[in-house]
C-alpha cells in the first residue's frame, strides 16, 4: 500500500508537471525616500523611521487593483485589473527601504514588459497619495533601482521539487493509511494471532495454492511439494499436542465456511495414515458434504444411514487408496442434523469406533452459523480449529472458540490456511537440493483418478 500510494503521488505530480505551462517571472526593485534635512540627525532618522512605515503600506499598494487597472489601460491587455492583480507579487527587504516587484507570466517578454508598466504607475501614484493640500514636495518619493528583467528560465514548474514533495506527500499518506488499515483490520494474519484469540498452539500454516479448487488432495502435489511438507509439519505438531492426556477422536471445523477445514481434515488424514496410523475420515457436514468427493468416494450410504439403523458401521465405511485409510461418508442428508449428531446414537457410534482406530478425525459444518459442529463436539476428545488468513475476524473465532468451551471440549490446535507463501515462508523450505533421502513413502497407489473435482468455494480452496 505505501509503494502504491506513493507511485501514484509521484506519477501525478510528473503527468501535472509535464502538461503545466511554464512560468516566468520579471522583477523590479524600488527604492523609498522620505524628505527631511540631512544635517539634521534627528530629521533624518525620523525619515528614515518614515520610510520603512511606508514600504509595508506601498507592499499592499502594489499588489491592489488601483495600479492594476492603470497598466492594463496602458498597455491595452485582455486581462481584469484583479486577474492582473493576481499575477503581481510584492515583497520587501528586511531592515531596508527597499520594496520589489515581480510579475508572473508565460511570456517573459509580456512579464517584463508588466512589470515596468507596475514600476512607473507606482512611481507616478505616489505623489498624488503623498502630496500635501498646499502643493508643498511630499515627504515621499519612490525611484525605481533595478529595471524589470528578461527572464530566462521559468520560475514554475519545477520538476525536482514537485517530485520530491509528492514523494514526501506520497509516503506520509503510504504510511498513513497502511497504519489506518492495520488498526481497523481485525482479520487473522498470523499464527502469533491465532494463539492469542485461541489459547491453542499452532499446529502449522497452509499456503495458498490456485490449484487447490481443482485438485485438494496432496497427492497431486509429489512427494516433496509445499503443501505436502506443510500437512506434514501439522501432523508432526499434532502428535506432540497435550501428550499427557488421550485424544483419539479429533473435531476439525472452523468458525465460517470457506476457510478450508474438509481439505485441511482429508490431507491430515493422508499425512497420519502414511506414518502408519489406523486412521477413520468422519464426514459429519450433513449440510454441505465435501469429504467423499474430494476423495472420490460415494456418499449415498454414510453415517446418517448408520445414525437411523439402516446400516451398520462395517457396511457404510470406505477403503481410500491401498488400505490406506477409512471414510465414513455423510450418507444422505437428513432434515435435522443437530438432532442427529448430537444423539446418544452418534455418542454410541463415536465411542465404538475409537477403540478400532488410532485417529478418527471428524469434518463438520463451521461453528458460527449452524449448531451442528458444537452438538458433535461433545463425542469428540478435542478440536482443531481451521482459520482462514485475512478473511477470519478476530470476533468471529473468538465466538466459536467460545462455542467450543461451553461444550467443554478442548482446542488441541488451530491450522492457518492460504497464507501468502512469501509472509510464511520460513515455515517452508526447499527440499529439492536433498537428493534421493529416505522420507516417508507418499501415496502412489490411491485413486487420485477417480476424486471428484470440487464443485464448490467452501473447503477445496484452502
Given at each position: 500500500?505505501?509503494?502504491?500510494?506513493?507511485?501514484?503521488?509521484?506519477?501525478?505530480?510528473?503527468?501535472?508537471?509535464?502538461?503545466?505551462?511554464p512560468q516566468y517571472a520579471s522583477q523590479v526593485t524600488l527604492f523609498v525616500s522620505a524628505h527631511g534635512d540631512v544635517r539634521d540627525a534627528s530629521s533624518a532618522y525620523q525619515g528614515s523611521l518614515l520610510s520603512q512605515q511606508k514600504v509595508k503600506s506601498y507592499t499592499e499598494l502594489l499588489r491592489g487593483e488601483r495600479v492594476a487597472r492603470a497598466v492594463v489601460q496602458k498597455l491595452r491587455l485582455d486581462l481584469t485589473a484583479k486577474q492582473l492583480a493576481g499575477k503581481i507579487t510584492t515583497g520587501a527587504v528586511p531592515d531596508t527601504v527597499l520594496l520589489t516587484v515581480a510579475v508572473i507570466d508565460a511570456s517573459p517578454a509580456r512579464a517584463q514588459l508588466i512589470a515596468a508598466a507596475v514600476a512607473d504607475e507606482f512611481v507616478k501614484l505616489v505623489p498624488v497619495l503623498e502630496g500635501s493640500p498646499d502643493g508643498e514636495r511630499p515627504a515621499v518619493?519612490?525611484?525605481?533601482?533595478?529595471?524589470?528583467?528578461?527572464?530566462?528560465?521559468?520560475?514554475?514548474p519545477q520538476p525536482v521539487r514537485n517530485l520530491a514533495v509528492a514523494l514526501a506527500l506520497?509516503?506520509?499518506?503510504?504510511?498513513?493509511?497502511?497504519?489506518?488499515?492495520?488498526?481497523?483490520?481485525?482479520?487473522?494474519k498470523t499464527t502469533e494471532q491465532l494463539q492469542e484469540v485461541t489459547g491453542a498452539p499452532s499446529l502449522g500454516v497452509v499456503a495458498f495454492d490456485s490449484a487447490v479448487p481443482k485438485h485438494p488432495l496432496i497427492v497431486h502435489d509429489g512427494p516433496y511439494g509445499r503443501r505436502v511438507e506443510a500437512f506434514r509439519k501439522i501432523r508432526t505438531n499434532f502428535q506432540f499436542v497435550d501428550v499427557?492426556?488421550?485424544?483419539?477422536?479429533?473435531?476439525?471445523?472452523?468458525?465460517?465456511?470457506?476457510?478450508?477445514?474438509?481439505?485441511?481434515?482429508?490431507?491430515?488424514?493422508?499425512?497420519?495414515?502414511?506414518?502408519?496410523k489406523r486412521v477413520l475420515l468422519i464426514d459429519g457436514d450433513?449440510?454441505?458434504?465435501?469429504a467423499a468427493s474430494y476423495l472420490g468416494l460415494p456418499r449415498g450410504v454414510g453415517l446418517t444411514s448408520v445414525l437411523v439403523g439402516r446400516a451398520q458401521p462395517?457396511?457404510?465405511i470406505q477403503i481410500w487408496g491401498d488400505n490406506l485409510f477409512a471414510v465414513l461418508a455423510s450418507g444422505p442428508i437428513p432434515p435435522n442434523p443437530s438432532e442427529l449428531l448430537g444423539s446418544r446414537q452418534m455418542h454410541h457410534l463415536v465411542k465404538e469406533l475409537r477403540d478400532r482406530y488410532d485417529v478418527v478425525l471428524v469434518d463438520t459444518p463451521p461453528l458460527l452459523p449452524v449448531a451442528d459442529a458444537a452438538a458433535t463436539a461433545a463425542a469428540c476428545d478435542g478440536a482443531v480449529v481451521v482459520v482462514r488468513h485475512g478473511k477470519t475476524r478476530r470476533e468471529q473465532l473468538h465466538n466459536a472458540v467460545s462455542a467450543l468451551r461451553t461444550v467443554e471440549v478442548p482446542i488441541l490446535g488451530t491450522v492457518l490456511s492460504m497464507a501468502p507463501a512469501r509472509r510464511h515462508q520460513a515455515y517452508y523450505y526447499d527440499y529439492e537440493g536433498y537428493g534421493p533421502m529416505?522420507?516417508?513413502?507418499?501415496?502412489?497407489?490411491?485413486?487420485?483418478?477417480?476424486?471428484?473435482?470440487a464443485p464448490g468455494q467452501d473447503s477445496g480452496r484452502g
Open positions: 500500500m505505501i509503494v502504491a500510494v506513493v507511485l501514484l503521488a509521484t506519477a501525478t505530480s510528473a503527468l501535472l508537471t509535464l502538461r503545466a505551462t518619493t519612490v525611484t525605481v533601482v533595478e529595471p524589470a528583467d528578461r527572464p530566462s528560465s521559468p520560475v514554475s506520497g509516503l506520509l499518506g503510504g504510511v498513513g493509511l497502511a497504519v489506518a488499515r492495520q488498526s481497523l483490520d481485525t482479520t487473522i499427557d492426556q488421550s485424544h483419539k477422536v479429533v473435531l476439525v471445523t472452523s468458525s465460517v465456511p470457506g476457510e478450508g477445514k474438509t481439505t485441511t481434515v482429508c490431507n491430515l488424514a493422508i499425512t497420519i495414515a502414511e506414518a502408519g450433513l449440510r454441505r458434504s465435501r462395517d457396511d457404510a529416505e522420507r516417508e513413502k507418499p501415496v502412489t497407489n490411491a485413486p487420485v483418478s477417480a476424486a471428484v473435482q
